[in-house]
């Protein structure tokens, strides 16, 4: 029954939309409105612009492109375009205040759900399968990721508590999984709601290699660290020891050493650095480091997703390492359940098949690969979701890409086939990674 199959879809596209809008409130009720409208690092935008560029993005896309509406507030446009104003920028801007950025953002969310009730979630490619509306909650869900990394870096008493996750199983876990050589589908076609970046699919061919079983540990990090890492410009490329020096780093973002034991500060709470946890908030560069430290390193892009969703029995690729089926709480770390990473090691039912665990959730992983389209690319629905980031001719390769989603992934933005981009001097965000290496002979 074809309408029944459209009643669950509007029914998943309100769901989807109320979780991004609970996750928003959250996020934006927990401080002041000094706060809100305060700038807590020069990498972030004030709360208050997040929250009614969601806004505005939901107008933009539901209510006139889809609905036809007209503009509700044209002049306030410019203000929340991301491309006309730098972060470090926005808090110069005249912003509507919080009340009335809180006011805009139901307003056009209640006009939302009326198109939603009577528009055809099928004809128009934007309307196909409800494109238009998962791509307004996968935005929505992106800006509370970083508006949570605003919560992260900003200073003061805690505001945000959730409970920590379980430990790892008791088990021993061999340190890397084996894949070996031959090809896989990278990308995809049928996902409905993959972002222009994560089409279409193709073939891939890869000579076998080794990638670790789990992301980098902060235990392994901290013997990178005391084997003096960070003095050793061997470890490092050029550009990396030339930024290792230039912004003086001796360990992850929010890492202090005191009395000869690492702390860590997160989300206001100072603790002890857990060992066992995936290491949180490093640069590419240091990626980079600690790969040719260990003598190994990062895995291509294509390589984490054949590790992440190659079946070799069938020989198809899967949505998710554990399956096509939707992410549970048993097989991975997202959507901010927990404030943190869990044990290196967890997630045993989220296992891929080759053996890899938590590709999918924790920490953000850096890959070696420069963010590029892939061939047969087509922007869509705008160039400047991925398009004006790429690398390419004319274009020099200015950003990393990062894979599998962290803690503060929502489940709707998160997929084998999800693709993240960012500079490689970054640490704010939440990026850890893993190693890997070609294999050799009698391997
Ligand atoms: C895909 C996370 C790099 O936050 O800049 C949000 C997502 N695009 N609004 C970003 C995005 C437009 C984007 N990243
Ligand atoms: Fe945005």
Known sequence: NPDAGEERLRETIA????????????????????????????????LVWDLAHIGNQEELWLLRNVGGRDPMHPEIDPLYDAF???????????????????????EVRGRVLDLLDGVALAGPPLLQAGFAFGLIAQHEQQHDETMLITHQLRTGEPVLTAPAPGPAPAERLPAEVLVPAGPFTMGTDTEPWALDNERPAHQVDLPGFAID??????AAYQRFIEDGGYQEPRWWSTAGWQHCRQAELTGPLFWTRQDGVWLRRRFGRVEQVPPEEPVLHVTWYEAEAYARWAGRRLPT???????ARHDPVTGRSR?????????????????QRHLQPAPVGSYPAGESPYGARQLIGDVWEWTASDFAPY?????????????????????PAEYKVLRGGSF????????????????????????????????????
């Open 375 to 395: 061939p047969g690319f087509r922007a869509w629905p705008y160039r400047e979701y991925s398009e004006v980031f790429f690398a390419g001719p004319g274009q």
């Open 301 to 307: 892009e294509a390589e984490w997703e054949k590790a």
């Open 408 to 443: 503060a992934v929502a489940p709707v933005a998160c997929r084998g086939t999800f693709r993240n981009w960012d500079y490689p001097i970054r640490r704010q965000i939440f990026a850890g990674f893993r190693t890997a290496r070609d294999l050799v002979d009698g391997d």
């Open 15 to 46: 769901d989807e939309l109320l979780a991004a809008r609970t996750r928003t409130g959250l996020l934006t009720e927990s401080v002041d409105d000094v706060e809100l409208s305060a700038q807590h690092s020069r990498l972030m935008s004030p």
């Open 319 to 335: 949505r998710f390492p554990w399956g096509d089926g939707p992410p549970g709480p048993e097989h991975a770390n997202l959507g």
């Open 213 to 218: 079983t789990t992301p980098v540990s902060n």
């Open 84 to 106: 006309q104003h730098p972060r470090a920028e926005r808090p110069t801007l005249p912003l509507l205040p919080p009340d009335e950025a809180r006011r805009y953002a139901a």
